[in-house]
């Protein structure tokens, strides 16, 4: 693992020196030993080098590869595969490697205290005209190995959203995939010297996982929760019921929000199955000192049930889309739609 995806653009060199590594089985006369198991090959373009690499083929994509402006050593490597897709979507790229990337607010209310506002979730937009879906730009980042990268680049906007327009006392829920974070201490240097750079309440900070799939290293999701947790910040887990899919995990990591997926919350008052399941969990939630998160209501009917088994916190289009500049009153009076 190269710690050019965790932070570090890799720049695409208009011409250059194309290096690969094991490449052994490729026997051309334009590739030359460059020592040490690599292979070079002299380009004039882009164009050239894409059209280079998909000569090559599938076998080498796993391939680790450099670029150098000059015939030297490569440091930093990323494979075949991952550079064909940053020379095939530069633009895109170049949003991710510049941070041109902003946070727009989607308002959470405290249910048991008059609904008043109790935060807001950072979600991740493109600056400018030309917008890009958060999926399409995270999809892109890790097929082109780019995913840590654009997961830090996400929580500094998140940071400079809290500092621009949320007053202190105003919780910022921020999301984060647990899976680019490979040395907490470390990985996370970045995220910390920002909340301190713009003199951020630590404690006003929730650091959200988003990731759905099954845990498959829990002592490493639990490592790096309690590395928030040393800064004084919060941690919540995402999508409780569909990719938290067993209560024991809660029991396990012991996060400070659960947050409950969208496909229980829709028309949980005409569910029994729903019913049980978001009684089960607000009262082990309870018991844990867990605080739940009712995500995803749009209907009045939906907020009403949430409140009545002791939900304390609600965020969906009922309550509020996301908008870059929150103008937000207090309390929050969910009464008037």
């Given amino acids: 693992m190269s710690?050019?995806?965790?932070?570090?653009?890799?720049?695409?060199?208009?011409?250059?020196?194309?290096?690969?590594?094991?490449?052994?089985?490729?026997?051309?006369?334009d590739f030359w030993d460059a020592g040490?198991?690599?292979?070079?090959?002299?380009?004039?373009?882009?164009?050239?080098l894409i059209e280079k690499i998909e000569e090559i083929g599938n076998t080498l994509l796993e391939s680790q590869s450099s670029l150098c402006s000059r015939r030297k050593h490569p440091l930093l490597t990323i494979t075949l595969g991952?550079?064909?897709?940053?020379?095939?979507?530069?633009?895109?790229?170049?949003?991710?490697?510049?941070g041109e990337l902003i946070s727009y607010q989607q308002p959470i209310i405290d249910l048991q205290k008059d609904e008043e506002i109790f935060g807001f979730e950072s979600l991740l937009r493109t600056h400018?005209?030309?917008?890009?879906s958060p999926g399409t730009l995270f999809s892109l980042a890790e097929k082109a190995g780019m995913l840590s990268l654009l997961d830090q680049r996400a929580r500094e906007a998140a940071i400079l959203a809290k500092k621009r327009f949320l007053k202190?006392?105003?919780k910022s829920f921020i999301n984060f995939l647990p899976s680019t974070?490979?040395?907490?201490?470390?990985?996370?240097r970045h995220t910390f010297s920002l909340v301190e750079k713009y003199e951020i309440d630590p404690a006003d900070?929730?650091?959200?996982?988003?990731?759905?799939?099954?845990?498959?290293?829990?002592?490493?999701?639990?490592?790096?929760?309690?590395?928030?947790?040393?800064?004084g910040m919060k941690v919540a887990l995402d999508d409780v019921g569909a990719g938290f899919?067993?209560?024991?995990?809660?029991?396990?990591?012991?996060p400070d929000f659960l947050k409950i997926d969208r496909q229980y919350i829709s028309y949980c008052e005409q569910d029994d199955r729903k019913m049980q399941f978001l009684t089960l969990v607000t009262q082990l939630a309870n018991e844990l000192g867990i605080i739940v998160l009712a995500e995803g209501i749009e209907r009045l009917e939906e907020l009403e049930y949430c409140k009545s088994i002791g939900v304390k916190l609600a965020q969906g289009y009922l309550i509020g889309k996301p908008v870059f500049e929150p103008a937000y009153t207090h309390p929050f009076n969910v009464a008037n739609f």
């Avoid at 991952?82 to 510049?98: F, T």
């Avoid at 400018?128 to 890009?132: A, D, L, P, T, V």
């Fill in 82 to 98: 991952n550079l064909l897709i940053r020379l095939k979507n530069q633009d895109i790229i170049s949003i991710i490697e510049s």
């Fill in 128 to 132: 400018g005209n030309k917008q890009i």
């Fill in 181 to 188: 974070i490979y040395n907490p201490d470390f990985c996370l």
């Fill in 3 to 29: 710690c050019i995806q965790c932070g570090i653009p890799f720049s695409l060199k208009e011409k250059g020196y194309l290096y690969i590594k094991s490449a052994q089985d490729l026997k051309r006369k």
């Fill in 245 to 254: 899919s067993t209560l024991d995990v809660l029991k396990e990591l012991r």
């Fill in 205 to 231: 900070l929730v650091f959200e996982v988003v990731e759905s799939e099954e845990i498959k290293d829990i002592n490493h999701l639990k490592k790096v929760l309690n590395t928030y947790k040393k800064e």
């Fill in 168 to 170: 202190p006392g105003v």
């Fill in 36 to 48: 040490k198991g690599w292979w070079c090959y002299a380009y004039e373009s882009h164009t050239e």
